[in-house]
């Protein structure tokens, strides 16, 4: 008896060494550039795409290091402290603009501090109410500094300019908790975070705007469109919180609000073909949105199949016939 005890203490411990040895190697060691490598320019910029609550003017991450596959990118100066809500529709803020050695990368590590600012201030990534309160964004208990993105492989090349997109999604990122009756703001667990940040070539990318002609937010609801990969929607689960922070929508590609004159822009798409969804919502209570209807459209281009080329905006003209239930 005492030899099986013997056996099964050995046995758990060495299970637990490899869970920790594969723990380790999944975060990629730190290092820095090699001096005596040849370089070529990277330009990193930052996007967003919104979050689905009306409580919130803005939400900021203060980012204190850039990393690609473990490599120190330099020309980012931190900490930075970004306003995330104000660079949605296309617009971008630059993270940095300098030299790396020259190869091939397929990895990007954000590294976050959740408690002070680039001033020094707390705390480090918070959102911001309409009424000017702050409030800092709680974080799970798996949660790390270092989030570590897998991208699709870019190469950087002596001679050229490697263009690169980090797309942030707020509305993936930040879940809503309620307490006591007080709602208060948390980041998703550390795997939903990673899955709602992209890193693309801006070169490879373009665009889809529109305008739907006959929108009225007043009878319509606010709406937002969400692009998916051709063939990847499911209405079902999608509608439907997955996952451990209940997240909506959430294999979209990315998503877009349509404003007050039914104007909307998708960026920085990757070349492909994409199918949009408009869903909406009429509620003013200002709790995040929960979804109820989608739009029925007229549209000069079949919504189930848009083809995206690098470098290319497409254009959509639409029209409200009707709303579909969900």
Request: proline residues 2%; hydrophobic residues 35%; glycine residues 8%.
């Amino acid at each position: 008896m005492k030899t099986l005890k013997l056996a099964i203490v050995m046995v758990s411990a060495f299970l637990m060494q490899v869970a920790c040895e594969k723990q380790n190697e999944s975060v990629t060691p730190v290092s820095q550039q090699d001096p005596n490598a040849p370089k070529g320019d990277v330009r990193l910029s930052i996007t967003d795409a919104p979050i689905d609550d009306s409580n919130v003017s803005a939400a900021f991450v203060t980012i204190t290091e850039v990393r690609f596959d473990g490599k120190v990118y330099d020309a980012f100066k931190g900490p930075k402290t970004v306003n995330l809500l104000q660079l949605q529709n296309g617009n971008s803020l630059s993270l940095g603009d300098g030299k790396f050695q020259v190869g091939s990368f397929s990895k990007l590590t954000l590294v976050l501090d959740y408690a002070k600012d680039a001033s020094g201030n707390a705390p480090g990534c918070y959102v911001q109410k309409t009424d000017g309160s702050k409030e800092a964004l709680a974080v799970s208990g798996n949660a790390r500094q270092e989030i570590e993105i897998t991208a699709k492989k870019f190469d950087i090349t002596q001679n050229g300019v490697t263009d690169l997109m980090i797309d942030f999604d707020l509305r993936k990122a930040i879940k809503e908790m309620n307490a006591n009756s007080k709602k208060s703001y948390a980041f998703v667990t550390y795997g939903e975070l990673q899955s709602s940040i992209r890193l693309v070539n801006k070169n490879t990318t373009g665009e889809i705007v529109g305008k739907i002609d006959n929108y009225n937010a007043s009878t319509n609801g606010q709406v937002v469109v969400y692009v998916y990969k051709k063939g990847t929607f499911n209405q079902s689960t999608e509608v439907k919180g997955q996952g451990e922070s209940g997240v909506t929508f959430k294999n979209a590609v990315t998503s877009a609000k349509v404003d007050g004159s039914g104007n909307f822009k998708a960026a920085f798409l990757e070349e492909g073909d994409y199918e949009l969804h408009f869903a909406s919502n009429k509620s003013t209570a200002g709790t995040i949105i929960d979804f109820s209807t989608f739009l029925n459209l007229n549209s000069n281009i079949a919504l189930n199949s848009i083809a995206v080329k690098s470098n290319t905006q497409v254009s959509l003209s639409l029209s409200i016939k009707g709303l579909i239930g969900l």
